[in-house]
């Protein structure tokens, strides 16, 4: 081949490695040169194998065969065949076949892609902290979710979400023609039971009694706590009001009804107001305001008891 | 068993040779074994109605595909096609590259350069393969190019393959074996009317060997 085109090959910013049908190597660029530190007037007429030895390998040399035979193009890319060339740089490689004068040469051009690399495994980085950050930020969503819809005390629904299911609930009764009851709860003698065992033992009081009203009602009623000492159980798809006074009678009836505080017994004891929708009212503030009167006649009966709007 | 029946059979058992040897060859790259198979092969006229082609396809190739395509001329001339689901493509990639499950977690449906490039190598031992086996059925030399891979939606691969003036389709159902994955699609060869003659008259020449 003559010095003109070697001179452009050597101009070409990739490598270029001429090797004959022996595989030994006719040119070797001035890229190659600097790549490998490897002069072309040590390489020349040696086997490419024994200056790139990760080039040799079974496929490599099936490859060649099958240029020879097919005369087609062959493509090894850097992801797939690491370190081709040197340690600290990838690259593909392409590998043509060339005919001249009976002769065959295999043309090899190595392309670096190695800022491609160093690209990609930016942007995996950056996405496996964008992945991580989100995860965070799913299990801080939940905790707000959690901390804007349920008390932090009991874990029963706080007055947001009541109002929220409450509005629903109206609505599905509204359509369906159903029966709603509203149970309205306070704790008899409850300032006094803080003032004498304090509010460590308060605290533990509303806790029982949230516990008391999940275990004594169905999953489909909704309990949560109003404020204070107060809770409102809401009891849909029921027939008739016969009904919710079962609901209260074992809700009062409960076995459960006390703790013990260092040692001490405190009894528990509630006064529970009942308003029914649609006959006391059609918009849940009217029944939290009625079933609240009848909590206070039942507070004035001596509490313990419960009463139902009238 | 019809002759068209006997051709396409003749046709797949020269195919399955092909791509048997991509498949170990593929297996030594990637150190895993993978399996191809061709379990069906059609000839498609492309002159009649556009949708014909979307009857052939596997139903398997829908929504986005990857597709590596290299050209071929001298005494054949056309142009082959290898054909996936881009989805499927992307476990192979991360299979082939190694890729931890943690960080497969975090892969999503964008393909980088190195990708694009695994497909490209992928598509090169395949079509090659393809190709290489029908021209020396044939026994002539072909001038190919190296594959360009691109990302097509179904629909607009149909179209683009059709309006290319090749008026055969040959249709090769390929199935890819690799772990615990299984990625099914189709290698379609667009070829001129003289070059499918003079694969017939190959095959015809086979029949008559083996059938006197």
């Not at chain 1, 349920?150 to 609505?171: M, P, S, V, W």
């Not at chain 1, 169905?218 to 079962?246: Q, T």
Request: aromatic share 10%; charged share 25%; net charge negative.
């Amino acid at each position: 081949m003559d010095n003109t085109l070697y001179d452009i090959l050597n101009e070409i910013i990739e490598g270029i490695v001429i090797v004959n049908e022996g595989l030994k190597i006719c040119f070797w660029n001035d890229y190659m040169e600097n790549v490998t530190g490897l002069k072309q007037e040590d390489v020349k007429e040696n086997y490419i194998y024994e200056v790139l030895p990760n080039l040799n390998k079974r496929y490599f040399e099936q490859s060649i065969q099958q240029i020879i035979k097919n005369g087609c193009k062959i493509f090894f890319s850097a992801g797939m065949h690491r370190s081709l060339v040197s340690n600290k740089k990838e690259f593909n490689v392409k590998i043509s076949l060339i005919q001249k004068n009976n002769s065959k040469f295999f043309l090899l051009e190595f392309i670096d892609v190695t800022n491609q690399f160093v690209r990609i495994n930016q942007f995996k980085e950056y996405v496996q902290e964008l992945y991580k950050l989100n995860q965070k930020l799913k299990v801080k969503e939940q905790l707000i979710k959690k901390l804007a819809y349920y008390d932090q005390l009991t874990g029963i629904a706080n007055r947001t979400l009541f109002y929220k299911i409450a509005e629903k609930l109206i609505d599905n009764a509204n359509r369906n023609n159903s029966l709603i009851g509203l149970l309205f709860l306070d704790i008899d003698k409850f300032k006094q039971i803080n003032d004498v065992y304090g509010h460590e033992a308060g605290d533990k009081i509303l806790k029982k009694v949230a516990c008391i009203l999940q275990n004594y009602t169905r999953k489909s009623d909704m309990v949560a706590r109003f404020g204070g000492d107060e809770f409102i159980v809401l009891l849909p798809h029921f027939k008739d009001s016969k009904s919710y006074k079962k609901v209260a009678s074992r809700i009062m009836n409960a076995e459960d009804k006390s703790i013990y505080y260092h040692s001490r017994e405190i009894k528990i004891s509630f006064s529970v107001g009942i308003s029914l929708y649609p006959e006391h009212g059609n918009t849940i503030d009217t029944l939290i305001l009625k079933a609240d009167q009848a909590m206070y006649t039942a507070k004035n009966k001596g509490g313990n008891q419960y009463c139902i709007f009238e | 068993m019809d002759n068209k029946q006997i051709r396409y059979d003749i046709l797949k058992e020269l195919f399955n040779v092909s791509v048997g040897q991509a498949a170990s060859m593929l297996s030594e790259v990637v150190k895993k074994t993978i399996l191809l198979d061709v379990p069906k092969i059609e000839i498609i006229k492309s002159d009649k109605e556009l949708c014909e082609l979307q009857t052939h396809l596997p139903a398997v190739l829908d929504g986005t595909l990857m597709i590596s395509s290299i050209t071929f001329q001298e005494q054949l001339t056309g142009e082959a096609n290898l054909i996936f689901p881009a989805e499927k493509m992307k476990t192979f990639i991360n299979l082939c590259l190694n890729e931890s499950e943690q960080e497969m977690q975090y892969s999503d449906m964008h393909f980088t350069d190195m990708d694009f490039d695994i497909i490209r190598e992928i598509g090169n031992i395949i079509l090659n393969a393809i190709v290489g086996g029908l021209s020396n059925q044939i026994g002539i030399q072909l001038q190919y190019t190296l594959p360009e891979v691109q990302v097509f939606d179904r629909i607009d691969f149909e179209e683009d393959i059709q309006n290319k003036e090749y008026p055969y389709f040959l249709m090769l159902y390929i199935t890819f074996d690799i772990g615990d994955t299984e990625i099914e699609g189709a290698v379609i060869v667009n070829l001129t009317l003289t070059s499918l003659k003079e694969l017939m008259l190959i095959v015809t020449k086979i029949e008559d060997e083996l059938y006197g």
